[in-house]
């Protein structure tokens, strides 16, 4: 980092920060989110939304608004073996053989598919907020422990694994199932991959042009069909 400030007189961002800025500033424009940066090392997981009525009295600590997850062990090469123990597949374990860091084969790229599923799935559960039952002198009611997802109105893919998977859509699809023990996203969410993996961009350039991201982000949501997304 110390080297790379030599060459620029703006400050320097982390990729997981830059993708929360953006992520932010899509939230502005769209409507809150929940945004899957999965690579080969680590899963992060951002939320802009303050969450739903529903649940917000039954919170048991305050959450903000923008909220950043980096889960150190979900990752789809350096970490996958971490992955396979955590999904409770074991016998996935068999075909860490397909591993790749850059899948060309058709059992390379079905492997790294898996987990990038397996690392948005146990990566969203981690992040979203947990409901409990809590005994009282009154009687029993519910709580919440974590960041209420129930509002969130889009979904998105970002990162080098994640973008580029086939049917990357479906697995953020299935986590959005509403609110049960986690309060998840619901069914209604649209999906968006982000294909070109421009988030970080964006989110390092909103800060000297947050204008011009905004508008960039107008422009994809005016034109879902556009190559930016699929």
Not at 59 to 75: C, H, I, S, W, Y
Not at 85 to 90: N, Q
Not at 139 to 144: D, L
Request: hydrophobic share 45%; glycine share 8%; aromatic share 6%.
């Amino acid at each position: 980092m110390a080297r790379l400030a030599t060459l620029t007189r703006h400050g320097i961002l982390p990729t997981p920060g830059a993708v929360l800025r953006a992520a932010e500033l899509f939230a502005e424009v769209a409507g809150d989110c929940l945004v899957f940066d999965v690579g080969g090392a680590t899963t992060d997981v951002h939320s802009v939304t303050e969450g739903g009525a529903e649940w917000h009295s039954r919170l048991v600590e305050p959450e903000p608004r923008a909220k950043r997850t980096v889960e150190g062990d979900l990752g789809v090469y350096v970490n996958a073996r971490h992955v396979v123990e955590l999904s409770g597949e074991l016998m996935a374990e068999t075909h860490l053989d397909d591993l790749a860091a850059l899948p060309g084969t058709e059992r390379e790229k079905a492997l790294t598919r898996w987990l990038c599923e397996k690392a948005v799935a146990i990566g969203a559960r981690r992040h979203a907020g947990v409901v409990s039952d809590l005994y009282t002198p009154t009687g029993r009611r519910q709580v919440v422990k974590g960041k209420d997802l129930t509002a969130v109105k889009w979904v998105v893919a970002t990162g080098g694994a994640l973008t580029k998977v086939e049917r990357a859509a479906e697995c953020l699809r299935a986590v959005c199932t509403g609110a049960g023990r986690h309060l998840l996203p619901d069914s209604s969410a649209t999906i968006l991959v982000d294909a070109e993996y421009r988030f970080s961009a964006l989110g390092t350039l909103a800060h000297a042009f947050p204008d011009d991201v905004r508008a960039t982000f107008r422009q994809w949501i005016d034109a879902r069909t556009a190559t930016a997304w699929k």
